[in-house]
């Protein structure tokens, strides 16, 4: 839903760039789209496979012992659970990690804020029978819950501007 290049949309709207201009070295992860060849994938895999991979490629690739991670929306929730994670495996001083940023990112779940409206027994029950059938949730239907939280301008604006 939200994707990675919002930190680089051009040059005088770029995280990126002024990252770069004070002197950091910038990677970015973007994470694919779900399809049934991930059904097997699982949150550990994430962890192991995604965020602690890509902090050890760029600890190597610029010779650091420790990287500053930034994760943007569900991908913070990610880091959150990775730093986490890392404290117990690797202690709280060999983390390599020096400094850790979250952009956009829900970590009190029990105040989800305006998806709240979308958030009860009954959806999660369904999203849950449609996982467990699919293997994985499309991110068609998340990003329709988005959509509906700003119907308005993302939805009615086209009914309204080509058929009213």
Same mark, same amino acid.
């Not at 990610?78 to 690797?90: D, E, G, I, K, P």
């Not at 202690?91 to 105040?111: E, M, Q």
């Given at each position: 839903?939200?994707?990675? @290049?919002?930190?680089?949309?051009? %040059? ?18 973007? &994470? ?13 895999? @994430? ?14 690739? #610029?010779?650091? %012992? ?6 943007? #929306?569900?991908?913070? =929730? ?14 709280? /001083? /060999?983390? %390599? ?6 952009? =956009? =990112?829900?970590? $009190? ?13 009954? #959806? ?13 949730? $499309? ?13 308005? =301008?993302?939805? &009615?604006?086209? &009914?309204?501007?080509? @058929?009213?």
């Amino acid at each position: 839903i939200n994707k990675f @290049y919002v930190f680089d949309l051009n %040059p005088k709207k770029s995280l990126v760039k002024y990252l770069t201009d004070q002197g950091f070295s910038v990677f970015i992860t973007s &994470w694919k789209n779900p399809d049934a060849g991930m059904s097997e994938v699982r949150l550990d895999d @994430y962890l192991l496979e995604g965020i602690n991979e890509v902090v050890r490629v760029a600890s190597d690739f #610029c010779k650091v %012992p420790k990287v500053h991670l930034v994760g943007y #929306c569900i991908g913070g =929730t990610l880091v959150s659970v990775y730093m986490a994670w890392a404290n117990r495996r690797f202690g709280a /001083d /060999d983390v %390599p990690v020096a400094r850790w940023s979250l952009f =956009t =990112t829900l970590t $009190d779940f029990s105040h989800p804020g305006d998806i709240d409206v979308f958030i009860d027994d009954a #959806c999660v029950e369904a999203l849950e029978e449609s996982m467990a059938k699919r293997g994985y949730l $499309d991110g068609s239907e998340m990003a329709s819950s988005f959509r509906m939280l700003r119907s308005n =301008t993302l939805i &009615w604006n086209y &009914w309204v501007n080509n @058929y009213l």
